[in-house]
């Protein structure tokens, strides 16, 4: 079983590569055509940017592979052998911290160079060191203190309850459900100050817009994201009423009021229409797959791995592996996505005026310097959103109008 467990991670780590040298030398390719949406000089530098991480995520690749190979071929029976005399609650929080600052030590440097040698190279960085590292103790310590409760918990649950996969899913089903309840009001201020929109003019027509959808808002908020970046985003925060509007100091400085009122009513769309809940019901059902795999993990495989089958074994192999577990479902969650992405755009062009929506997102795609082209196979796994020259045509701007697009095609089919 370890063999064919190696073989599908091997395969996942191939296609992942794969993909990313598709998208390089379609973008390659692509950047040498006419630009679309930007001028030259900044179409040439959102392309050199988009290849420069692509490079960034092949090396990452290379590294999550060796990361599996240690753990799984010496580095698991170490967390076993390190904790062997522990009760099973306190090994499994133990096993589980390891896992979790092993693993970020690896990540780190990565975490680094992207912020401070790609993103200062392209002029997108704003974040100090001191940031960077209060930002990495304080999202480090909440992760742990996350971990160490539920580790135990479901170590717990594991010894004392049948059917403990069902069971662990519900917790941390629940947990999900809970994090989305909390981070516009507890989590995200710890991070960012968020502070009541003063624009009395434009706070009343947001008030109005939200009243036409039925949104109901704790209250309208800027967030100074400026402080570690340049590029412009808003978004709704929370369920139920705890849900805020978020909107991006950099967002509130490069678009007119009714741009940003457009962008907002794409957000509302996605209220409209449900997808925040749809999208936590499709991950629970997914987790939900996942648990009942892991709660039927045959006793022959740890015997071949050479660990005790114990709560902390069944939960590190629950970390090692999701990420390839959760690879498989991506096509599905993208689908989704990009068409809930579509119907949000429609609502917005029935809520304002489709013209601030597109130049909003002319300016979105210009501000943040984002290559409006992508090799088909990097759309079909990776974009929660469809290709901005397709949003725009669904729009009904024709000014986007590409005929290289069809070359293009013709040099990157399979």
């Known amino acids: 079983m370890i063999q064919a467990l190696s073989i599908i991670f091997f395969i996942y780590v191939l296609i992942k590569i794969y993909i990313s040298v598709m998208q390089i030398g379609y973008v390659a390719r692509a950047k040498h055509m006419n630009p679309v949406l930007m001028t030259p000089s900044r179409y040439m530098k959102a392309a050199n940017y988009l290849i420069s991480t692509e490079r960034v995520k092949i090396v990452e690749t290379l590294i999550e592979y060796a990361l599996f190979v240690f753990w799984l071929s010496w580095g698991i029976r170490w967390l076993d052998t390190l904790t062997w005399n522990m009760n099973p609650v306190l090994q499994a929080v133990v096993a589980v911290n390891l896992f979790l600052i092993v693993n970020y030590i690896v990540e780190l440097p990565f975490s680094i160079y992207k912020t401070f040698v790609i993103d200062e190279r392209f002029k997108f960085n704003n974040m100090t060191p001191d940031l960077f590292v209060s930002d990495q103790i304080k999202g480090g310590l909440m992760t742990l203190a996350v971990a160490t409760v539920l580790s135990a918990a479901i170590a717990w649950i594991i010894m004392n309850v049948p059917l403990w996969w069902f069971f662990s899913f519900l917790l941390i089903f629940a947990v999900i459900v809970i994090v989305n309840l909390m981070y516009p009001t507890l989590i995200a201020p710890m991070f960012n100050k968020f502070t009541p929109l003063e624009n009395e003019e434009l706070n009343a027509k947001i008030k109005d817009l939200l009243s036409r959808s039925g949104f109901e808002s704790n209250g309208v908020f800027v967030v100074d994201a400026s402080k570690r970046d340049s590029r412009l985003n808003a978004y709704f925060g929370g369920l139920g009423r705890n849900k805020r509007v978020v909107l991006f100091d950099t967002l509130m400085q490069k678009l007119n009021d009714n741009e940003l009122l457009a962008v907002l009513g794409h957000e509302l769309g996605h209220f409209k229409h449900h997808d925040i809940y749809k999208n936590i019901a499709m991950l629970g059902g997914i987790l939900f797959v996942g648990f009942y795999i892991f709660g039927h993990i045959p006793t022959s495989f740890f015997m071949e791995l050479g660990v005790r089958e114990t709560p902390a074994m069944l939960m590190v192999l629950f970390m090692l592996l999701i990420s390839v577990f959760l690879f498989l479902f991506m096509p599905i969650i993208s689908f989704v996505s990009r068409k809930n992405e579509y119907e949000a755009d429609r609502y917005a062009a029935q809520l304002c ?48 109008a590409d005929k290289s697009d069809e070359a293009l095609k013709g040099e990157c089919s399979l």
């Open 353 to 400: 005026d489709a013209s601030d929506l597109v130049s909003a997102l002319k300016k979105l795609v210009d501000e943040n310097q984002s290559f409006p082209k992508s090799h088909p196979l990097t759309i079909f796994f990776y974009y929660s959103h469809p290709p901005i020259v397709e949003r725009l045509k669904a729009l009904g701007d024709k000014s986007t």
